[in-house]
C-alpha cells in the first residue's frame, strides 16, 4: 500500500527575538507571570516587509535541500495559515512558485491551529489515492500581525515562524512497522467558533481583525480534545501508549502540553515542547517541533510520533507518524 513518508523537514524563524520582559515596558505583566501560566521565555516577530511567504518560502527551500530532491519533482504544496499575504492568490501557489514548482497544484489551508494537520490529513489522501507521488507540507504564520497588542491576555501567547515537511509516496506492507502516516483524522464543531476569533475579516470588516480569545475556556477543550483524538488513533491502529516514542503536539501553552502528557500517561521526556523559545506558532508549531527535534538527533528513523492538535474553529485532529 501506498504510504506518506516524511524525507526532509526544513524551518524558518525570522531574526527579530521579542522576550517577555520586553512586554512589561507597556503592559501591566511580567516575565514571571508569563513563565508560570504559560512557560514562554521568547518568541521570533517578523520584520516590518517580511511576509507569510517569505517565511514559507526559507522554510520549504530548506526541508528540499535536507530531503534531497529537485523541486520540480515536487506535485503538491499545500500552506497551512490564518495569516496569508492577501485575500487572492493563495500564498501556497507564490511560494509554489519561488521554489521552481510548476506541476501539480498549490494551496492554502485555513484550519488555524490545527492547520498543519489539516494539511497533512489532506497530503496523506492525495498520496494514499495515488494521485500526488511528492508533497511539501508548510506551517508558515506571522500571528504578530493580527494581534491586539495592549491585549495582555493574547498577545504574550503568540509568535511568527514557519517550518517544511516533504512527503513521499512508498510501498509499505500495510501494517504498523510500515514508515509514513500510519493514521490521520480532523474533527471541527462551529459551535464554539467565538472562543477564538478576529475581529473582522475580508467580507465583514474588509480589514484582517485581531485576535480575541476565551483563554480559560480553549484551555479546557484543548487538554481534553488533543489527548481524545491521540488515544482514537491509538484504538483504530490497536497499539499501546507505550509504542508511542515521540509526542509532538500543537505548541501553545506548556501547561496544556503537561496536561496532555498526563492525560496519555506520556513520561514527559517523550514530549517535544519548543513553546517557552518560539512561543504559540499557530500551524508552524507541529512542523517546527518536529524539525528541531530531527535535527537535534531526538526523532529518529523508525520512532512512532503522535502530533495533535487543536485551534479555533474549534478545530482539531491528530496524525500518527512513523518516521
Ligand atoms: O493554540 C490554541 C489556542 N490557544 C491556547 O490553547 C491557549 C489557551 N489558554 C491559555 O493558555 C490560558 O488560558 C492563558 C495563558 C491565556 C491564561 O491563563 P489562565 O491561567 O487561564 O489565566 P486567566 O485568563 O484566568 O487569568 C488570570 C488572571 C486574570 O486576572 P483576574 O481577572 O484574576 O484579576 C487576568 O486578567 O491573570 C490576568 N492576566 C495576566 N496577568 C499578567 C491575563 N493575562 C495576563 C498577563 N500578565 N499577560
Wanted: with cysteine.
Amino acid at each position: 500500500m501506498l504510504r506518506a513518508v516524511a524525507i526532509g523537514t526544513g524551518a524558518y524563524l525570522p531574526e527579530k527575538i521579542m522576550t517577555n520582559h520586553d512586554f512589561s515596558k507597556n503592559l501591566e505583566t511580567s516575565h514571571e507571570w508569563i513563565i508560570e501560566r504559560t512557560g514562554i521565555v521568547q518568541r521570533h516577530i517578523a520584520a516590518e516587509g517580511e511576509n507569510t511567504s517569505d517565511l514559507a518560502t526559507k522554510a520549504g527551500l530548506e526541508a528540499v535541500k535536507n530531503a534531497n530532491v529537485a523541486p520540480e519533482t515536487i506535485d503538491l504544496v499545500i500552506l497551512a495559515t490564518t495569516t496569508p499575504d492577501d485575500t487572492m492568490p493563495s500564498t501556497a501557489t507564490k511560494v509554489q512558485h519561488r521554489l521552481g514548482i510548476t506541476k501539480g497544484a498549490a494551496f492554502d489551508i485555513n484550519a488555524a491551529c490545527s492547520g498543519f494537520v489539516y494539511a497533512m490529513n489532506i497530503a496523506n489522501g492525495l498520496i494514499a489515492s495515488g494521485q500526488v507521488k511528492r508533497a511539501l507540507v508548510i506551517g508558515a504564520e506571522t500571528y504578530s500581525r493580527i494581534l491586539n497588542w495592549e491585549d495582555r491576555g493574547t498577545c504574550i501567547l503568540f509568535g511568527d515562524g514557519a517550518a517544511a515537511i516533504i512527503l513521499e509516496a512508498q510501498e509499505e506492507s500495510g501494517t504498523n512497522a510500515d514508515r509514513g502516516i500510519l493514521f490521520s483524522r480532523i474533527h471541527s464543531d462551529g459551535q464554539y467558533t467565538d472562543l477564538l476569533k478576529t475581529t473582522g475579516g475580508i467580507s465583514s470588516t474588509m480589514t484582517a481583525g485581531v485576535l480575541t480569545m476565551v483563554g480559560k475556556e480553549i484551555f479546557r477543550h484543548a487538554s481534553s480534545k488533543m489527548p481524545a483524538s491521540v488515544e482514537e488513533g491509538l484504538q483504530e491502529l490497536r497499539l499501546n501508549k507505550d509504542e508511542i516514542d515521540w509526542l509532538v503536539p500543537h505548541q501553545a501553552n506548556m501547561r496544556i502540553l503537561t496536561s496532555v502528557a498526563q492525560k496519555l500517561k506520556l513520561a514527559e521526556e517523550k514530549v517535544i515542547t519548543t513553546v517557552a523559545m518560539h512561543a504559540n506558532t499557530s500551524a508552524a508549531s507541529i512542523p517546527l517541533a518536529l524539525h528541531q527535534a530531527s535535527q537535534d538527533g531526538r526523532i529518529k528513523k523508525g520512532d512512532l510520533i503522535a502530533c495533535p492538535a487543536l485551534g479555533a474553529g474549534l478545530t482539531w485532529g491528530c496524525f500518527l507518524l512513523r518516521w
